[in-house]
């Protein structure tokens, strides 16, 4: 459940370059005519704009990602790949989280997003007694969106933790898709500022954890998080396969790179997530 949940909602420390909220989708069909210019809006094929129903992109997949926030190791999980969208309003994917364009005009969205949190387990830090699990929780909020032309986007977006580590997220994107050919790219660099609930969660230490875990208690402020870069490349197969591959590097930063967790022997302030699936193509009314 875990690796379905992750699969669904893995956040931007993954493939975030890889489409903005309601945004053209990046792999068209073989059968997709050339994409128009962005002021005609037409319907009725994949990329540019948008598709005229519902869209249902799934497949199977790998994922390695870090085993908790500050971890210099990876884990890998198999997951299914699974991407949906419905018009130019209703996205679930991977790379975008679960929203709805509410404002949608040619260079601007806006509208709600949800993404899940999945917490820090006791097997994720048995490498340091006694310090605490953080549970699942959804992370709420919204995003506003611009698009100077068809292929950039610059998009704020805004989460708050129900439960789980509590805090609040900011993060500011820059994203840029090219076609060509079979091929789909795109790569983009994002800043997150957390809040003090956040960074005090997953990287700080109380002195009653400190006591066990063998840490130096840590009590960190609200700041800049990470800086990272994310890139991702997809091809048409034929039919209506693609294969698809992400990569996604941060960098800790301030109060999150100084915590005693990250600077153990067993943390690093270089954050690596990697991915690959192969998606099967569904499209209905």
Not at 154 to 162: D, I, K, W
């Amino acid at each position: 459940m875990r690796a379905i949940l992750l699969a669904i909602g893995l956040s931007s420390a993954s493939a975030a370059a890889a489409q903005t909220p309601g945004a053209p989708d990046p792999a068209p069909a073989p059968s997709t005519p050339a994409p128009t210019p962005p002021a005609a809006r037409p319907g009725g094929f994949s990329f540019g704009p948008y598709p005229p129903g519902w869209q249902i992109d799934v497949g199977p997949g790998v994922l390695a990602v870090p085993q908790f926030p500050g971890s210099n190791g990876l884990r890998v999980l198999p997951i299914p790949a699974l991407d949906i969208r419905y018009k130019n309003q209703f996205f679930a994917s991977v790379q975008t989280g679960i929203g709805y364009n509410l404002v949608n005009e040619r260079h601007l969205r806006a509208g709600p997003i949800l993404r899940p949190e999945f917490g820090r387990t006791s097997r994720d830090i048995a490498r340091f007694p006694g310090l605490r699990r953080i549970s699942f929780a959804p992370e709420v909020g919204g995003f506003i969106t611009w698009q100077p032309d068809f292929f950039t986007s610059v998009q704020v977006e805004v989460r708050q933790a129900l439960g789980g580590h509590e805090g609040l997220i900011a993060d500011l994107s820059l994203r840029r898709v090219k076609l060509a050919g079979k091929w789909t790219l795109g790569y983009g660099g994002r800043l997150r500022f957390a809040d003090q609930r956040y960074n005090r969660r997953y990287f700080g230490v109380t002195p009653a954890e400190a006591a066990t875990s063998g840490l130096a208690a840590y009590a960190p402020g609200g700041n800049l998080n990470d800086i990272g870069v994310s890139a991702f490349v997809s091809r048409r197969l034929g039919g209506k396969w693609s294969a698809n591959g992400f990569v996604s590097y941060s960098r800790l930063l301030l109060e999150a790179a100084d915590s005693p967790i990250t600077r153990s022997r067993f943390g690093s302030a270089n954050q690596v997530t990697l991915g690959a699936t192969l998606s099967y193509r569904f499209r209905f009314q």
